[in-house]
């Protein structure tokens, strides 16, 4: 099969298109033969050495759809031929930049034909990510006050989406008017990242500030996150764009009676809770509750491209590599 390979550390030139045998499913897995991936920042920051240094030959990727065209030893034969995507972290899932991939069936989010495989692959991560902030970590309340960073991102989004859908009203920070117009479009309030935040805030909130900050940023927003937060509101770090979060002691939180927070994906953990969240996510696209953006799409070959418009910070939505022609 065709796959995207890495044998070292790197600018995005360091993938190379290469023929590889393809992955044979374990244990409880599936082969699904791709018709498109979700590319993520993750990736450009494991190519990079940022974390979690990927073994070399490495195929990055960890999302995807397509159809089942395989099943390994407790697999259930009668998911041959099903329209499936998936997410998965470690072993759960084989390199996802290439034309097949061994997945987990516990991974399979079950795709009906109402959903693109453009969007069964944009959905994973980022939907689950989202719904994890929006339904576990942020414990939203009908006209709380949430401010949302980097929300014309995948993940921002969905979350605008989902903490609206919840009755909250949102705002936004995006670094540019043709963003800003996009979060608004999904029914957020949004500002342009600057010193004059706190003030924007202030006014939009008759001085009182935001209940909840969702911030992926990490260190360049940490300190203003923190100030923006009305008494009793909370930080809830998911991220760290700009380099990690500092340190923060008590003291800083007294005054207000602040909590910080963080939110980390492991679907690992309560497996019957992400079960129900791969169905809502689902269901929320087949009925238009939930809208995922996909400007961008490239073919496989072009993943050196993806990981560059991603570092660039230029892109919004979802980033996705199609396999094939189409």
Aim: hydrophobic share 40%; proline share 5%.
């Amino acid at each position: 099969m065709r796959a995207i390979i890495a044998n070292s550390l790197g600018s995005p030139e360091v993938f190379e298109l290469q023929e590889v045998a393809s992955p044979e499913p374990g244990e409880k897995q599936v082969l699904v033969q791709l018709h498109a991936t979700g590319v993520n920042f993750a990736e450009t920051e494991r190519r990079r050495g940022v974390y979690a240094t990927p073994s070399f030959p490495w195929c990055p990727g960890a999302e995807g759809a397509g159809e089942i065209v395989g099943v390994g030893p407790g697999a259930d034969s009668n998911l041959m031929g099903k329209r499936v995507a998936f997410w998965g972290p470690g072993t759960t899932v084989s390199g996802t930049y290439a034309e097949y991939a061994a997945v987990s069936v516990d991974a399979l989010f079950h795709l009906s034909d109402k959903i693109s495989f453009d969007v069964g692959a944009a959905l994973p991560l980022q939907g689950l990510t989202a719904y994890g902030l929006a339904y576990f970590a942020g414990r939203i309340r009908e006209e709380m006050a949430v401010l949302i960073h980097a929300a014309a991102g995948g993940v921002g989004q969905l979350l605008v989406q989902m903490v609206r859908n919840q009755g909250a009203r949102v705002f936004a920070t995006t670094s540019t008017t043709e963003k800003a117009d996009i979060v608004a479009g999904l029914g957020a309030e949004p500002f342009l990242y600057g010193d004059d935040l706190r003030d924007h805030i202030a006014k939009a909130t008759d001085g009182r500030g935001v209940d909840l900050v969702y911030d992926s940023i990490g260190k360049a927003t940490q300190g203003q996150s923190l100030s923006l937060l009305a008494p009793y509101g909370e930080l809830i770090h998911f991220g760290e764009a700009s380099g990690p979060a500092g340190a923060i002691l008590p003291e800083q939180l007294y005054d207000r009676s602040l909590k910080v927070s963080a939110f980390g994906l492991n679907t690992d953990r309560d497996p019957a809770v992400w079960t129900k969240a791969r169905r809502d996510l689902l269901s929320w696209i087949e009925d238009g509750t939930l809208k995922v953006s996909i400007p961008v799409r490239l073919p496989l070959e072009q993943a050196s491209e993806a990981h560059r418009l991603l570092e660039s910070r230029a892109t919004t939505g979802k980033v996705i590599l199609y396999q094939g022609t189409s």
